[in-house]
T-cell receptor, first 114, second 113 residues
Framework: GDSVTQMEGPVTLSEEAFLTINCTYT??????LFWYVQYPGEGLQLLLK?????DKGSNKGFEATYRKETTSFHLEKGSVQVSDSAVYFC?????????????FGAGTRLAVHP | EAQVTQNPRYLITVTGKKLTVTCSQN?????MSWYRQDPGLGLRQIYY???????DKGDVPEGYKVSRKEKRNFPLILESPSPNQTSLYFC????????????FGSGTRLTVV
């Protein structure tokens, strides 16, 4: 079945460091891909998305490119801030029974230190 | 403000005592879903609903019930909670095709002792 695999955390970085969180997926068909962010004590918020191959999603300095050839959707940011500390979830949207079901990876915790 | 509202935020209960977690959305979304979040497992779908009076099992439905009598509400019912249902629960909603992703509630942290 469809699945998402994320790099294990935690990822610990100093402020202004470069961030990469790896995400690969397995899916039949052509899913949409998402990154969600969960700040402490809050629900998940959509960070960015891409709906077809070679699309680049971007928001708040984060970027991810839909790579069909490598079935990947890695999250990157050029210079992280302490306020980026959160759990990041990669997800794909799989078609089933007339609706799109979101399938999530296990999440990657990011801790950014001053 | 467009939102998904869950209540309560925190709940501690004893094994076997029936409880209900409420979920309400004000965006006229057709689709609603419940997830549980456990360390190392990400989010797993419990139940979902594609519209009023239409519900179906997700990946981990055992021990849970849902109902969808109104479009805006989708309560999660635990008839006889057990300690392995201790978890963080999220309600989410979207329009049917979910191309823009889901809107999530703030979560309910449930502890069953």
């Amino acid at each position: 079945g469809d699945s998402v695999t994320q790099m294990e955390g935690p990822v610990t970085l100093s402020e202004e460091a470069f961030l990469t969180i790896n995400c690969t997926y397995t899916a039949t068909g052509y899913p949409s891909l998402f990154w969600y962010v969960q700040y402490p004590g809050e629900g998940l918020q959509l960070l960015l998305k891409a709906t077809k191959a070679d699309d680049k999603g971007s928001n708040k300095g984060f970027e991810a490119t839909y790579r069909k050839e490598t079935t990947s959707f890695h999250l990157e940011k050029g210079s992280v801030q302490v306020s980026d500390s959160a759990v990041y979830f990669c997800a794909l949207s799989a078609l089933g029974d007339g609706y799109n079901k979101l399938i999530f990876g296990a999440g990657t915790r990011l801790a950014v230190h001053p | 403000e467009a939102q998904v509202t869950q209540n309560p935020r925190y709940l501690i209960t004893v094994t076997g005592k029936k409880l209900t977690v409420t979920c309400s959305q004000n965006m006229n979304h057709e689709y609603m879903s419940w997830y549980r979040q456990d360390p190392g497992l990400g989010l797993r779908q419990i139940y979902y609903s594609m519209n009023v009076e239409v519900t179906d099992k997700g990946d981990v439905p055992e021990g849970y019930k849902v109902s969808r009598k109104e479009k805006r509400n989708f309560p999660l019912i635990l008839e006889s909670p057990s300690p392995n249902q201790t978890s963080l629960y999220f309600c989410a909603s979207s329009f049917r095709q979910a191309l823009g992703g889901y809107t999530f509630g703030s979560g309910t942290r449930l502890t069953v002792v």
